[in-house]
T-cell receptor
């Protein structure tokens, strides 16, 4: 039920690109992406709905492939501020209501 | 700043005690979800409240209970605390939009340590 994220950790130099993947064994209605910095709460990045929607936020974008039940987060020309742990959350039905279930996270470290 | 606040920030309790954590949701949001986040893990869904009613529950025992008030603020109560309850407790508020989707915004969390 919990989505699987890959890779578990990534280390980049500033300016490099990264891709974080999120896959589920269940049909997805939507995928939510968050970034969490150490000691802080997760911060909402974007939500993607079924239909292959792709969204972007500055140099961070994401895609959602409903048929493959997976989503990918793309970080282009990474900045030091992008460091943190990225979580995907997938909509699932719990007791008849839609709820978010989070993956285990991908730790991204950006070095100067 | 998401507009979601939680109190207290940190808490230390002894095994067997009871604890109450509080959350004020973002203005206009009528749904509050509670999560437990252990170190190095993703947030685990505890339960959700919608218009003062529990609206779904994750795999947590009945000693985890909650309330939502008419102003949509919420409480999480944990009885008979166990060492494994030590974690960051997050609340998130949301409002379902016209498309039937929602964006959840997290509060800063309460760090609970059980000794």
């Amino acid at each position: 039920q919990q989505p699987v994220q890959s890779p578990q950790a990534v280390i980049l130099r500033e300016g490099e690109d990264a891709v974080i993947n999120c896959s589920s064994s269940k049909a997805l209605y939507s995928v939510h992406w968050y970034r969490q910095k150490h000691g802080e709460a997760p911060v909402f990045l974007m939500i993607l709905l079924k239909g292959g929607e792709q969204k972007g936020h500055e140099k961070i974008s994401a895609s959602f492939n409903e048929k493959k039940q997976q989503s990918s987060l793309y970080l282009t020309a990474s900045q030091l501020s992008y460091s943190g742990t990225y979580f995907c959350g997938t909509d699932t039905i719990i007791q008849g209501a839609q709820k978010l279930v989070f993956g285990q996270g991908t730790r991204l470290t950006i070095n100067p | 700043e998401t507009g979601v606040t939680q109190s207290p920030t940190h808490l230390i309790k002894t095994r067997g005690q009871q604890v109450t954590l509080r959350c004020s949701s973002q203005s206009g949001h009528n749904t509050v979800s509670w999560y437990q986040q252990a170190l190095g893990q993703g947030p685990q869904f505890i339960f959700q409240y919608y218009r003062e009613e529990e609206n779904g529950r994750g795999n947590f025992p009945p000693r985890f209970s909650g309330l939502q008030f008419p102003n949509y603020s919420s409480e999480l109560n944990v009885n008979a605390l166990e060492l494994d309850d030590s974690a960051l407790y997050l609340c998130a508020s949301s409002l379902v939009n016209l498309r039937g989707t929602y964006e959840q915004y997290f509060g800063p969390g309460t760090r609970l340590t059980v000794t």
